[in-house]
């Protein structure tokens, strides 16, 4: 059973920082993509960025390039998000996501079948 666990979440004002975890556990970690989504209220859920099993092809969407970083970490069976330059606009719950199938691309948003239970951020004006 594939389990995903994220934190890291919280309130931070505008122009700060923070970094999202997401431990997975159930299956080889190394094999997959891993990726991250929000959703804000009202709103569709957001594929935010992903990362390919071998950690060197990365995605991200528009409005987060060049301000979240995402990065794993095989050994530890974690995937990261580091956040910076925060605007109040990224307040979202983050979801952590990886694919069902195995050695898939960062980019395929409709390949990520399995989630964790979300962090909140909420960024303060």
């Known amino acids: 059973q594939v389990q995903l666990l994220e934190s890291g979440g919280g309130l931070v004002q505008a122009g700060g920082s923070l970094r999202l975890s997401c431990a997975t556990s159930?299956?080889?970690?190394?094999?997959?993509?891993m990726g991250w989504f929000r959703q804000s209220p009202g709103k569709e859920r957001e594929f935010v960025s992903g990362?390919?099993?071998?950690?060197?092809?990365?995605y991200y969407t528009d409005s987060v390039k060049g301000r979240f970083t995402i990065s794993r970490d095989n050994a530890k069976s974690t995937v990261y998000l580091q956040m910076t330059s925060l605007e109040p606009e990224d307040t979202a719950i983050y979801y952590c996501?990886?694919?069902?199938?195995?050695?898939?691309?960062?980019?395929?948003?409709?390949?990520?079948?399995?989630w964790g239970q979300g962090t909140q951020v909420t960024v303060s004006s």
């Open positions: 996501a990886t694919q069902g199938i195995r050695f898939g691309v960062a980019w395929r948003r409709n390949d990520y079948t399995y």
């Open positions: 990362i390919d099993y071998r950690g060197i092809s990365t």
């Open positions: 159930g299956r080889r970690f190394s094999n997959y993509a």
